[in-house]
């Protein structure tokens, strides 16, 4: 699992209810950021229609980084900004991303060797660039039911993780791989993730 689900969510799950998260029959919430009077972002419950970018199992950043469970990330993003993107290599204002944490499940029915995914929603987070409303354009919020979120605070590991080792835009498209190759065609490929990659290849 992404480390980054770990250190944001963490400032915000503790208030929040994480057995509410996935619940069926809501209505779909917006494709576009939407707030609250008091500056809350309002949770965007039909994003499991939006574009699908990629899964992950088992990610971490932290090279020390344990766990005693299998997780999958998955990863939407709203088609307006998916339009964008290929059009264009980089991130329009008002994308937003979400990221679905999922418990993964190794014998259930039929399965007898490797892992899918289970109906246990364990987090959710949504990456949201509005350059109007935040002075670094991006901002996190964590989602442990379908209420609205406040952001999570700029000082949490997350934001400078992504301004430093993010290949677009402060997003991870390295793990994108359909979008990978349009920023590689279109030039929008960060400093900070090709030199990342230079050191990797020299290793």
Known sequence: MRIWILI?????????NPSTAGAQGVKP???????????????????REWIYLSSGVDMSYSPNMSMDH???????????AYRAFVATGTW???TMLVLEARMAGSKGSI??????????????EVHVKDAARFPGKWAFFGF??????????TSADCYSCHEQHAAVDTTFVQFYPTLLEIAKAKGTLSAGYQKDEAGSAKK
Do not use: W
């Open 8 to 16: 944001c969510l963490a400032l915000v799950l503790s208030a929040q």
């Open 29 to 47: 919430g917006p494709t576009i950021p939407t707030y609250t009077a008091d500056g809350r972002l309002v949770f965007p419950t039909g994003y």
């Open 70 to 80: 299998s997780m999958f990330d998955n990863v939407f993003v709203n088609p307006e």
């Open 92 to 94: 329009p204002d008002n």
């Open 111 to 124: 399965n007898k060797t490797g892992h899918y995914q289970t109906g246990d929603v364990m987090a959710r």
């Open 144 to 153: 442990g039911d379908d209420q609205p979120s406040k952001q999570i605070p």
